[in-house]
């Protein structure tokens, strides 16, 4: 009976994988080619700028521009590429997504040794304040993009979840009553697991990303998923003539909906490891039934 309900799960969470995989495609498609991480890393650097203008420079020994200007160079990298050469092609809008906290340190030294304002703060004064602030810029930059990659996973999720008519209990539903199935799955996604790689890890480059959808689409299509399987009117029509037969239906339907949005959009990393434990405990109950 338990071995039955870990099936069940495992079965269910690779569903879940497989959608998970192609909102994970899509976030890292977006934070790659619209540059998230260097654009939250410029907010950051701008805002420490201003931190630090506000604090020590308002005699002016150097001004908020020169400042924010100094930090954000630091993104600019030092390799000087041939202009008529491919690399420059592919990489000429190419710009670092960390800074150091050394780095920065050692522009601010450059910046008040340069300085013949005599009234400008003590370097060591300066210094300290970097060291206190970095940490809270470093941890807001990170809590914001997180905030946006959750924000448009559960969109993107949302999006695929309604195309696809993906329904939780229908789902769990499915997965416990064809026990052919169920073992298909499993057998899948120890395959995965076992293989810890997908055609939709490091999706980067547009090419990549489209190799991505068509394998997911496929793989989805064996495992009976497709876009809009029980039509238009399953959305919002209730009565004898339809599959929802009451109120209740279409509500519980739209409830399995929002909740298989929200596991989708927690990624597929997530259901990796979720799938890895519970396939590790059935196969130790499994020894333990046979002793």
Same mark, same amino acid.
């Given at each position: 009976m338990l071995l039955d309900i870990l099936g069940i799960l495992i079965a269910f969470c690779s569903v879940m994988l497989m959608f998970s995989l192609i909102v994970t495609a899509f976030i890292q498609f977006l934070q790659n080619n619209l540059k998230?991480?260097?654009?939250?890393?410029?907010?950051?650097?701008d805002a420490l700028a201003v931190y630090i203008y506000e604090a020590h420079c308002k005699n002016n020994w150097v001004s908020q521009e020169i400042l924010s200007e100094t930090f954000v160079d630091l993104m600019k990298p030092k390799i000087k590429a041939n202009r008529a050469g491919l690399f420059y092609q592919l990489f000429r809008n190419y710009e670092r997504a960390h800074v150091g906290h050394d780095e920065i340190k050692f522009a601010l030294t450059k910046l008040h040794q340069q300085s013949d304002n005599q009234i400008k703060p003590e370097l060591k004064l300066l210094l300290q304040e970097i060291d206190a602030f970095f940490v809270r810029i470093e941890t807001e930059m990170s809590s914001h993009f997180a905030r946006k990659t959750h924000?448009?996973?559960?969109?993107?999720?949302? *999006?695929?979840?309604?195309?696809?008519?993906?329904?939780?209990?229908?789902?769990?539903?499915? *997965?416990?009553?064809?026990?052919?199935?169920r073992e298909h799955l499993i057998k899948n996604v120890q395959q995965e697991i076992k293989a810890q790689k997908t055609i939709c890890d490091g999706v980067i480059t547009s090419v990549k990303f489209q190799q991505c959808l068509t394998q997911t689409e496929q793989?989805?299509?064996?495992?009976?998923?497709?876009?809009?399987?029980?039509?238009?009117?399953?959305?919002?029509? *209730?009565?004898?003539?339809?599959?929802?037969?009451?109120?209740?239906?279409l509500i519980s339907f739209w409830i399995g909906m929002v909740i298989s949005t929200i596991f989708i959009s927690l990624g597929a990393p997530f259901w990796f490891n979720r799938i890895k434990t519970l396939i590790q405990l059935k196969d130790k109950l499994s020894k333990v039934t046979v002793k």
């Open positions: 998230w991480r260097t654009r939250h890393l410029k907010l950051g650097l924000f448009w996973s559960f969109m993107i999720a949302a *999006v695929f979840v309604i195309l696809f008519q993906l329904d939780t209990f229908s789902v769990l539903a499915k *997965v416990s009553q064809d026990q052919a199935y793989k989805l299509a064996l495992y009976d998923f497709t876009l809009l399987p029980k039509g238009e009117a399953h959305y919002y029509k *209730v009565g004898e003539t339809h599959h929802h037969k009451t109120l209740w239906q």
